[in-house]
C-alpha cells in the first residue's frame, strides 16, 4: 500500500491503516530504503481520504535500533546520498507534525535513533515494559537534525532534554511515562495502540483532525524554529574525524 519499499508494510484496516517497520532480522534498523519510504510515507497518509488514524509499529524484537552502521558509513563517503537524506530527514519531521491523520505509536521493543524520533512525532504512545527510548546521535559524533532535541524540549524540562540528547542514556517504559515521551505501559502495544486508534476513528472526522492540527501547531513552529540550524549542523557531523573514527569502530565491530 502507497507503493512503499519492503522495509515499510502499510497495511488496511478499514478506515486504520497498520504501518510497520519491517527490517525485523535488522531489528528494523535504518537504511537508505526505509528513510526514503519514511519521507514518502506521511504524505500519501495524509491524503488517504479513507484513513481516520494510523498505528506505527516495528516488526520482530524492536520498533527500530536507529541508523544501520553501513548506511552511517555511506553518508560518510557518499556527498550525494547525504544531501538527500538530510532533506529526507526534514520531510519526515514536518511531515508527521503536519498529517492529518492521528498517529499512535505501538513501541514494542527498543525505540533508539530515527526510531525515538518517530515516537516522539507521534500523537499517542503506548510502549511495553521491557521497551526503551534513546536518542545516541551525540554518542555517535552526529548532530540530533531528526532527533530528541527537536522535540523533547516540548515534552519534558529543558534540563533533562539535555541531559538525555548529551549522554544518549536509555529512558525506560516507566520512566518515558513519568516524562512525558509515552502515554501507558502495556503488555501488548499493539494491541492497545490499535483500540485507540479505533476508538479515535470512531469519533468525528473535523474535530479530531482539527484539534491534532491546533496541538501540532506548537509543535510545529518549535520545529520550523530549530530545523535548519540542525540541518546544517549535522552535515558538518557526517564530515567529523569523530565520526568517521566511531563508524568505523561500530562497522569494524560488527563483522
Not at 555511506?74 to 519526515?92: Q, Y
Not at 532527533?147 to 524540549?153: C, K, V
Not at 519534558?156 to 541531559?163: C, F, G, P, W, Y
Amino acid at each position: 500500500m502507497y507503493d512503499m519499499p519492503d522495509e515499510i508494510d502499510v497495511r488496511a484496516d478499514g478506515e486504520l491503516r497498520i504501518i510497520t517497520l519491517n527490517r525485523p532480522d535488522a531489528l528494523n534498523a535504518v537504511n537508505d530504503d526505509l528513510h526514503t519510504g519514511l519521507a514518502k510515507l506521511w504524505p500519501r497518509l495524509d491524503e488517504d481520504h479513507d484513513a481516520r488514524a494510523a498505528v506505527l509499529t516495528g516488526a520482530g524484537r524492536a520498533f527500530s535500533a536507529g541508523g544501520d552502521f553501513g548506511y552511517l558509513d555511506e553518508l560518510r563517503r557518499d556527498e550525494r546520498l547525504r544531501a538527500k537524506t538530510i532533506v529526507h530527514g526534514r520531510e519526515i519531521v514536518l511531515g508527521m507534525a503536519r498529517c492529518r491523520t492521528p498517529v499512535i505509536a505501538a513501541v514494542n521493543g527498543p525505540a533508539v535513533g530515527l526510531g525515538c524520533s518517530l515516537v516522539a512525532l507521534s500523537d499517542l504512545v503506548f510502549i511495553a515494559e521491557q521497551a526503551y527510548l534513546a536518542d545516541p546521535h551525540v554518542q555517535v559524533g552526529l548532530v540530533a537534525a531528526d532527533g530528541g532535541p527537536l522535540t523533547w524540549p516540548l515534552q519534558m524540562s529543558l534540563l533533562l532534554a539535555k541531559e538525555y540528547a548529551l549522554t544518549g542514556a536509555k529512558i525506560g517504559a516507566e520512566r518515558a511515562v513519568q516524562l512525558g515521551l509515552a502515554n501507558h505501559v502495556v503488555d501488548d502495544p499493539l494491541a492497545e495502540a490499535t483500540a485507540c486508534a479505533r476508538r479515535i476513528a470512531e469519533l468525528p472526522r473535523q474535530a479530531v483532525e482539527s484539534t491534532k492540527r491546533l496541538l501540532n501547531i506548537h509543535l510545529e513552529r518549535a520545529v520550523l524554529a530549530t530545523l535548519d540550524f540542525a540541518n546544517m549542523a549535522e552535515d558538518q557531523s557526517f564530515q567529523t574525524e569523530d565520526f568517521a573514527a566511531i563508524v568505523a569502530r561500530l562497522t569494524a565491530g560488527k563483522n
